[in-house]
């Protein structure tokens, strides 16, 4: 059978705010503005006669960590790129198919950083234009939805607000938004996305705080916030010293990605965002850092 390839990008939140429960799964709608950066997983598979296996190697971002990145728990059929391999072929009707995939993986996992549903989405277009679009958009979008909350967005060609939960995409027009040079900092955890936003819920009920009232806003008003700031920096008080730092040495905006537990600085230009990475060992916090990228918005 061919052998087929594709790329899948991380993503920032340059905008996160997290509104009530309203699902029956306990699911919360949110609203975000969303932009892809230039890390990428590499995924190759092959389809195959109907049996379903996948594995995961470090690619070279994760070669470069202190800390192991467990592959092992990644690399079974509960992988969210199988989930949405065996979710196309029901979609379309398609049987007696399954697939072989290999994950070149360079997205840390449980940064916020969206590699899992990047990865699912990347193969959700390949296998669709595979098969000669078989699902139009409409239809990609609903299974990419039951796949996973985040993995819509990752449908789309460029940078989104992302509402609800996670079904409403409003594209937006390349140019429209200013490219940042990202400075992005890996602490030495990571931060589960079940936990982070339970430790949300109990900081709302705690402190008689309202929900964020989700609505729409245009994207030109929107500022660097991410709700989430108020818990995790509570818990891990070293990702607040990291966004100060990046604010200090002229970042336009700083914020944790999704739940964390990246940190991001975006910046003008990429000397500036160079130099910030290059003075690192200079800062208190250095120790507790496990990977730096200097990348782009794409």
Do not use: W
């Amino acid at each position: 059978m061919e052998s087929l390839t594709c790329r899948a990008p991380a993503k920032v939140n340059f905008f996160l705010r997290v509104g009530e429960k309203k699902s029956p799964n306990g699911l919360h709608k949110i609203q975000s503005l969303i932009r892809k950066v230039g890390i990428f997983d590499k995924i190759y598979f092959n389809i195959t006669g109907g049996d379903y296996n996948v594995k995961v190697i470090a690619g070279e971002n994760i070669k470069k960590s202190r800390i192991k990145f467990d592959i092992e728990s990644i690399s079974n059929e509960n992988n969210i790129a199988v989930k949405a391999a065996k979710s196309f072929f029901e979609r379309a009707g398609i049987f007696n198919r399954g697939i072989d995939i290999l994950i070149e993986k360079n997205i840390p996992f449980n940064a916020g950083l969206g590699g899992g549903s990047s990865d699912a989405a990347g193969l959700l277009l390949k296998l669709n234009e595979k098969f000669g679009g078989i699902l139009d958009k409409t239809e990609l979008r609903e299974l990419a939805l039951k796949t996973g909350s985040d993995v819509p967005f990752f449908l789309s060609e460029g940078d989104a607000i992302v509402s609800g939960f996670g079904e409403d995409i409003e594209e937006i027009k390349a140019g429209e938004l200013p490219r940042y040079y990202i400075a992005l900092i890996i602490p030495d955890f990571g931060v589960s996305t079940k936990e982070a936003y339970s430790d949300y819920d109990d900081f709302i009920l705690t402190n008689n705080i309202n929900y964020y009232n989700i609505h729409f806003l245009d994207f030109k008003h929107l500022e660097f916030i991410n709700d989430f700031e108020r818990v995790i920096f509570d818990r891990h008080p070293v990702l607040k010293e990291i966004k100060e730092s990046l604010i200090l040495s002229g970042a336009e905006g700083a914020l944790l990605s999704g739940s964390g537990s990246a940190i991001f600085g975006a910046f003008r230009t990429e000397e500036k965002a160079r130099l910030y990475l290059d003075n690192l060992k200079s800062f208190l916090f250095y120790e507790r850092i496990n990977l730096s990228f200097l990348t782009a918005t794409l």
